[in-house]
């Protein structure tokens, strides 16, 4: 990763964006990371020039060459040095601002993995196909786990040490419910707490195609399945 002066080192957060053509949307995001929270953008295969914009803006950037949603965040979790991590969207639809009631129950010891649960604030901020998969999952995940969650949203936050000892392996779209499944089962406090979604800027790779939704599904179920309980 590339170390960059406008995020100093006193930083208390490292906030891991996964992304892959999101030159549109960076300068956005970039501009609404909180004080103490430093972006490190991962770059999985960008043809728009992402990475370049990203350093420009003063962000680390990561490359990560094995494509997937799982891979890119596995690689800026090894990039982070902080001891609180949050993982974020880089398209726009999640605000950086929102990122302090993420990571705050984890930063007083109240909780040891927080969620936020996304709210849409237009119609169309949230296709109806990937909100159905995603509640349908949700419900999977709570009989599975116990944990109170109703979304599996993308912003999150937790002990940097913590995660890398939970040894998740997978690589593609069940990187996120593999997380919850190995913190549950290894005790952790999980904590849910609302923020807003707001339309993506450009087309989404996941949600914005029914396509991307199967394939996302499919990543979870497999991930279920591999856990040893029937989902």
């Known amino acids: 990763m ?3 002066s406008a995020y100093p080192a006193e930083h208390v957060v490292d906030v891991v964006l996964p992304c892959l053509d999101e030159a549109d949307a ?16 991962v770059d999985n295969g960008s043809r728009d020039g992402s990475a370049a914009l990203a350093r420009s803006l003063g962000a ?5 060459e094995r494509r997937g949603f799982g891979a890119a965040c596995h690689a800026g979790l090894l990039a982070a040095t902080a001891p609180i991590v949050c993982f974020c969207d880089c398209d726009a639809s999640l605000d950086p601002d929102e990122l302090p009631s993420v990571a705050g129950p984890v930063l007083a010891g109240d909780a040891d993995l927080v969620l936020g649960r996304r709210r849409p604030q237009t119609l169309n ?7 159905l998969a995603n509640a349908v ?8 786990t116990g944990a109170r969650l109703h979304d599996l949203g993308p912003m999150r936050a937790a002990r940097r040490a913590d995660l890398l000892a939970l040894e998740v392996s997978d690589r593609r779209s069940g990187y996120p419910l ?3 499944v190995r913190a549950a089962d290894a005790g952790w406090r999980i904590a849910e707490t609302n923020v807003r979604y707001l339309p993506r800027s450009g087309r ?9 939704t199967v394939t996302a599904v499919r990543d979870m179920s497999a991930v279920l399945a591999r856990a040893g309980r029937p989902a």
């Not at 901020?125 to 909100?131: G, T, Y």
């Not at 999952?137 to 599975?144: E, K, M, Q, V």
């Open 204 to 212: 989404s790779k996941v949600t914005g195609t029914v396509r991307g």
């Open 26 to 41: 960076l300068p956005w995001v970039l501009a609404r990371m909180p004080a103490g929270y430093r972006p490190i953008v």
């Open 178 to 180: 593999e997380t919850v």
């Open 2 to 4: 590339e170390a960059s």
């Open 125 to 131: 901020a949230w296709p109806p196909h990937a909100r």
């Open 60 to 64: 680390g950037v990561v490359v990560e």
């Open 137 to 144: 999952l949700a419900r999977r995940l709570r009989r599975r």
